[in-house]
């Protein structure tokens, strides 16, 4: 079974060499690092296809009995989306990944399915500090006690996730305290071999789709674009590159209102992110008062990225919003998303249309952006728009009027996404995700907080600088 082929593997195939796949996203070079080893594809097969095909069998009984049917989700579609979380958890931290950009993907994952998703936790337990001391000595070239103070009793880390975890060490001969984050051993390796047989999967799984249904979505292209996220998320120098930017253009264009920790590039490499350590709560801790100042900065610092930047933190969760000194701090840098010139000007347009109740407009915009195909039924689309977003906010430019809070109306355009043949940006649904975090953060410290109040008069003077008005 699986101990023969893992005996295989080791004796007849090239031991696991991170040095040679690739830090960029590549699906020829994955493939031809594969090819190479097939005996530990076949034994990584062999788990994955052990969780996978009893749930498919188990999901597609479901679907032929009817019982996937119903509003709001049945009883069925619930069950078997905790049993989706559960399996991938078990199946480890590429398809706990795989499942968390699904969460954030209405049009392709039923809104009940999606809040699900949502529940997949990064936290694991920590790997032993022997393995970091050693991925320490080996990218830093030198030995941990030479660099950082304190560590003859092993020290925990403060946080523990899928792909590393992170320390917090005072510089030897120094005053000052840093974050040290260490990839978690051999983590490159095992996540290549699950996205090269991810994408396996999801080739056949398109030919299904594009045989038996109406369904053109392009699963591989969609693997592709998660897997050079996740690619980028095992490259600590690139998420350096990415803090330091942010840093640069959140200064320029906040002043000292949000805050970005400075990384340390002599103790940064592939594998070892090393940064300012910054001492504060969460945002989502403070007291009442600190929340109401500070969460219209965060609505703000969002809109800022998506409006005038073009790039964004994408990993937005309360975990990463902390507050030191009166100011908005922001971390983890890992994920980012680009977007062009032209969809910052259209998103511009688009809350125009929005504050104006234009949603005939709006739905042009839709189009033009791509969320909607040109040869899209106007009619049938329009009077479902202004049904969902009527009833969270009045017609008109008082956007303080909403009657729904934004996680509801998010909650109702997830179902509109999913019935209706959108094809959602990631990017959109990040951003969506990021307000809704602000909103739940601010709810907590005042139940009156209203999220569009908040982010009106940033978005409107933007959209009319853009469209001259």
């Keep these: 079974g699986v101990a023969s082929l893992a005996t295989a593997s080791a004796f007849l195939e090239p031991s696991a060499d991170e040095e040679a796949l690739p830090r960029i996203y590549d699906a020829g070079k994955v493939k031809e690092y594969w090819r190479l080893r097939p005996w530990a594809v076949c034994r990584r097969c062999c788990e994955v296809t052990g969780e996978l095909l009893p749930f498919g069998f188990r999901l597609m009984r479901d679907w032929r009995r009817g019982d996937l049917e119903g509003e709001g989700g049945s009883a069925a579609t619930l069950a078997r989306a905790v049993e989706a979380r559960e399996m991938l958890v078990r199946l480890g931290p590429a398809f706990i990944k795989a499942g968390q950009a699904l969460s954030i993907r209405p049009d392709l994952v039923p809104p009940c399915a999606l809040k699900e998703l949502q529940r997949l936790c990064d936290d694991c337990p920590p790997f032993p500090w022997p393995a970091a001391s050693a991925t320490l000595r080996s990218e830093l070239g030198r030995d941990p006690e030479e660099l950082f103070e304190g560590l003859e009793g092993s020290p925990e880390p403060v946080a523990a996730a899928s792909l590393g975890q992170v320390y917090r060490l005072k510089l030897r001969g120094s005053d000052s305290w840093v974050a040290v984050k260490v990839q978690r051993p051999g983590m490159a390796h095992a996540v290549a071999l699950d996205v090269f047989i991810l994408r396996q999967i999801c080739r056949i799984l398109l030919w299904m789709t594009r045989q038996f249904t109406a369904n053109r979505t392009d699963h591989v292209a969609l693997l592709d674009a998660w897997a050079r996220g996740t690619f980028g998320e095992l490259d600590y120098e690139a998420e350096a590159q990415h803090q330091q930017r942010f840093r640069s253009e959140l200064l320029r264009k906040m002043g000292g209102r949000v805050y970005v920790p400075r990384v340390s590039e002599g103790l940064t490499t592939r594998h070892v992110l090393t940064t300012e350590w910054v ?59 680009e977007i062009e010139g032209f969809s910052m000007e259209r998103h511009a347009t688009a809350i125009v249309h929005l504050i104006n109740a234009n949603y005939e407009a709006l739905l042009e915009d839709f189009v033009a952006l791509g969320f909607l195909p040109n040869d899209v039924n106007r009619e049938e689309i329009v009077p ?84 001259g008005a």
């Design 384 to 467: 479902v728009l202004r049904r969902v977003l009527e009833q969270g906010m009045r017609a008109g430019s008082d956007a303080k009027r909403r009657v729904k809070q934004f996680g509801e109306i998010s909650d109702d355009l997830n179902e509109v996404f999913y019935r209706l043949p959108f094809q959602v940006p990631e990017y959109f649904a990040l951003v969506t995700r990021a307000l809704a975090v602000l909103e739940g953060i601010a709810l907590v410290g005042d139940p009156e907080f209203d999220i569009f109040w908040a982010a009106y008069p940033f978005a409107l003077s933007k959209a009319t600088t853009v469209l």
């Design 279 to 337: 001492a504060g709560p969460r945002l989502a801790d403070c007291s009442k008062d600190v929340v109401q100042q500070l969460v219209p900065t965060g609505v703000e610092c969002f809109l800022t990225q998506l409006l005038e930047l073009g790039f964004f933190h994408a990993d937005p969760h309360p975990g990463n919003l902390l507050v030191s000194n009166g100011r908005l701090v922001l971390l983890d840098f890992g994920l980012i998303a």
